[in-house]
């Protein structure tokens, strides 16, 4: 190891590296390379800094004057910086990638930039206004509208294809507006938005937004941009309501009303949707969902726990992670239980379906089709579970 003291090394020109706000006293950077980011230290980013493609590791050594000799020096470069991808010299890298793929650009963030009187919508009164007008109109139309024959309608109505293309299309404006939500209150924070884009999340049709820039802000900025996306979906939903209740639409406004509903389902904080990434920035815990997936792990003997990720969190930070390991155990078993339920109904059903086409010479082939899908859907999830457990 000794010959090498003398190398030197040699790091690409891929990467950036930014400030990170936070309420901790250590300073902390965010290093930006084009597949992913990485939270470093001070003395992490001054290593960095001093392989310039002049220094030895034995001359990085001496100049951080710090304990790390220029064999750790070595050890580093070998493993931390080819993992992130930003050592001269390894081009096949197992850089885990996201779970978002097929990804096609729809919209450019400067076409839609200029549309600056949006930003009002996120000053401290308007904002309180908003959120009590959206309350107000949701409950008149509830006292007006309430019917339980009227949301069974509406419930039914969306299993049928000739009534369902109304509610899809207002599905997907809201999603689309969602998206928006989050690009205009990171604009308003002073930060650059990337573009909006179309992509697959799993085996689901998302639309997403690039925001690797808005680690930049503090944490309590980075949480009201997490929630600006419902925050539009909810004045998008509300006026769409208030239009119904004008107009005495009551299977419109229940449709609203049951979409409002599911959009909670993005605060679930065991899966990165925005109720995820609100607790892990407000909490300050980087790679939360990872490091609770691994003592959850190691409590069922699946997988060693790693005892380092707790060193650096203070006293607040683990309560918290307490708790929401307590809370991702029951979510876990609750989804394992629900995906072996959804598997043996699907082949009971399949095995229904087959039984009674090789008696009657028929069979119901979008239903089949449905219960095919609903076990191909249950294999990408084990599989995307086995990934978690891998990792």
């Given at each position: 190891m000794d010959c090498y003291k003398s190398k030197i090394p040699i790091l690409k020109n891929n990467f950036t590296i930014e400030s990170m706000i936070s309420e901790k006293k250590e300073k902390s950077y965010i290093l930006m390379t084009p597949v992913k980011k990485y939270k470093i230290t001070?003395?992490?980013?001054?290593?960095?800094?001093?392989?310039?493609?002049k220094n030895t590791y034995d001359d990085i050594s001496n100049i951080l004057n710090t304990d790390i000799s220029a064999k750790k020096l070595i050890e580093l470069y070998g493993s931390l910086f080819n993992k992130m991808g930003i050592a001269e010299g390894n081009e096949n890298l197992n850089i885990k990638k996201s779970f978002l793929f097929w990804k096609v650009k729809l919209i450019d963030s400067k076409k839609i930039a200029g549309f600056k009187f949006i930003d009002k919508l996120f000053e401290k009164k308007i904002c309180i206004g908003?959120?009590?007008?959206?309350?107000?109109?949701?409950?008149?139309?509830?006292?007006?509208?309430?019917?339980?024959?009227?949301?069974?309608?509406?419930?039914?109505?969306?299993?049928k294809v000739s009534t369902i293309i109304i509610p899809l299309l207002l599905l997907y404006l809201s999603v689309f507006i969602h998206e928006l939500g989050h690009f205009f209150c990171s604009k308003y924070f002073g930060v650059t938005p990337g573009n909006i884009g179309f992509g697959f999340y799993f085996t689901s049709p998302v639309l997403f937004i690039d925001l690797d820039?808005?680690?930049?802000?503090?944490?309590?900025?980075?949480?009201?941009?997490?929630?600006?996306?419902?925050?539009?979906?909810?004045?998008?939903?509300?006026?769409?309501?208030?239009?119904?209740?004008?107009?005495?639409?009551?299977?419109?406004?229940?449709?609203?009303?049951?979409?409002?509903?599911?959009?909670?389902?993005?605060?679930?904080?065991?899966?990165?949707?925005?109720?995820?990434?609100?607790?892990?920035?407000?909490?300050?815990?980087?790679?939360?969902?990872?490091?609770?997936?691994?003592?959850?792990?190691?409590?069922?003997?699946?997988?060693?726990?790693?005892?380092?990720?707790?060193?650096?969190?203070?006293?607040?930070?683990?309560?918290?992670?307490?708790?929401?390991?307590?809370?991702?155990?029951?979510?876990?078993?609750?989804?394992?239980?629900?995906?072996?339920?959804?598997?043996?109904?699907?082949?009971?059903?399949?095995?229904?379906?087959?039984?009674?086409?090789?008696?009657?010479?028929?069979?119901?082939?979008?239903?089949?089709?449905?219960?095919?899908?609903?076990?191909?859907?249950?294999?990408?999830?084990?599989r995307v579970m086995r990934n978690i457990i891998k990792e």
């Open positions: 001070q003395e992490c980013k001054d290593i960095i800094e001093a392989m310039d493609g908003a959120c009590t007008l959206i309350l107000i109109i949701n409950l008149i139309g509830i006292i007006k509208f309430y019917d339980n024959n009227k949301i069974y309608d509406v419930v039914m109505s969306l299993k820039e808005v680690w930049k802000l503090n944490k309590d900025k980075r949480v009201f941009v997490n929630l600006a996306g419902l925050y539009f979906q909810y004045i998008y939903l509300s006026l769409i309501s208030l239009i119904s209740i004008i107009l005495g639409f009551g299977n419109l406004f229940f449709l609203c009303l049951i979409f409002g509903i599911c959009c909670l389902t993005n605060l679930i904080p065991f899966i990165k949707l925005d109720g995820y990434w609100v607790l892990a920035d407000y909490f300050e815990i980087e790679n939360l969902l990872k490091y609770s997936m691994n003592i959850v792990l190691s409590k069922f003997r699946i997988k060693k726990e790693n005892k380092n990720l707790k060193s650096n969190l203070d006293e607040r930070q683990k309560k918290f992670l307490h708790m929401y390991i307590k809370g991702l155990s029951i979510f876990m078993i609750a989804f394992v239980s629900a995906l072996i339920l959804m598997f043996g109904y699907s082949i009971f059903s399949i095995y229904k379906n087959i039984k009674y086409f090789l008696l009657y010479g028929s069979i119901e082939f979008f239903n089949t089709l449905k219960l095919i899908l609903t076990v191909m859907i249950s294999i990408k999830m084990i």
